[in-house]
């Protein structure tokens, strides 16, 4: 049990939050004082923010843990950080390869927000969903991931509107390359052969660099924002002009 949040203190709750975009996200909401819960498969999560085991692809993983999250009988912010990416040619696409894809990257988000909602609906909170560039754009050997990238974007504008009338916010937001280890296994399970112009359109970004991980945490704590409280249905592109 972790000590119960103070008046001003939001309750987050993150998944994702080992690595790369969810870990630096969490850093930024603990930093802003808000009480953390970080949900993942893997065990390290940022210092003083509370780790809960959770596979966002398992229903049961992800009620247990919304569970503990909730003890204290609200969720102010559920940011689905968490997925996997698929790279390689369309023909080779495996079934598994395609349900586990989905499974993660949009069954995921979907159980959490609809196991979360209750407890949203109790402190009027907000979501931030991340999707992709690849949710918005065509992104060539990666038809599976954008595909439920995809479906992450429309998922996001559709329960927005549904949920407008009890004043919660959906976002998302489609980050281009961000520089996470992500990337450098998408570069690493490029077979020879697949075409090279792909990996110089991840790095196609304005200021010819990859996004730092806390430069799209601080867009999801915007987001998460009362700054941001007419914001909502909104696919924001934080892909330094790719798309
Ligand atoms: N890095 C990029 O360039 C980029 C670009 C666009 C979108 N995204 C999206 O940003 C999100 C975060 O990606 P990242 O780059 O930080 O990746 P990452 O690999 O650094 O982190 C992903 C985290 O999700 C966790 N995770 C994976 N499967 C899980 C599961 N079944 N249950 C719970 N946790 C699970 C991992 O353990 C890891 O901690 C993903 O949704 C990704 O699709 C990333």
């Known amino acids: 049990m972790t000590a ?20 630096a996200t969490a850093e930024l909401f603990r930093d802003a004082g808000d009480l953390v819960f970080g949900l993942d498969i893997q065990a390290k999560t940022p210092e003083g923010v509370t780790y809960v085991e959770c596979d966002v692809a398992d229903r049961a993983s992800v009620d247990a843990a919304i569970e503990v999250c909730a003890q204290y009988g609200r969720i102010d912010v559920l940011a689905n950080v968490a997925g996997i990416v698929q790279f390689g040619r369309f023909e080779q696409i495996t079934d ?9 990257d949009l069954k995921g988000p979907f159980m959490l927000m609809q196991a979360a909602l209750p407890h ?3 402190c009027r ?3 931030v969903n991340v999707s992709s560039v690849a949710g918005r754009v065509p992104q060539a050997y990666a038809t599976a991931y954008s595909a439920a990238k995809g479906g992450l974007t429309q998922l996001t504008k559709s329960l927005a509107l549904e949920l ?7 976002n998302a937001i489609c980050p281009g390359t961000v520089d996470t280890p992500i990337v450098s296994h998408v570069a690493s399970i490029f077979p020879d052969g697949l075409d090279p112009r792909v990996m110089d359109r991840l790095m196609m970004m304005l ?8 430069e799209i945490g601080s867009a999801i704590v915007y987001l998460a924002s009362p700054n941001a409280r007419m914001v909502t249905g909104s696919i924001f592109a934080f892909d330094g002009g790719m798309s």
């Not at 390869?97 to 993660?104: L, M, N």
């Not at 407008?164 to 959906?170: F, S």
């Not at 200021?207 to 730092?212: D, F, L, T, V, Y």
């Open 4 to 23: 119960a949040p103070t008046e001003d203190q939001r309750v987050v709750v993150i998944t994702g939050a080992a690595s790369g975009i969810g870990y």
């Open 96 to 104: 598994a390869e395609w349900d586990r894809v989905h499974a993660v």
């Open 120 to 122: 949203l609906k109790a």
């Open 125 to 127: 909170g907000n979501i």
């Open 164 to 170: 407008a009338p009890d004043n919660i916010r959906v």
């Open 207 to 214: 200021p010819g660099r990859a996004i730092a991980p806390a």
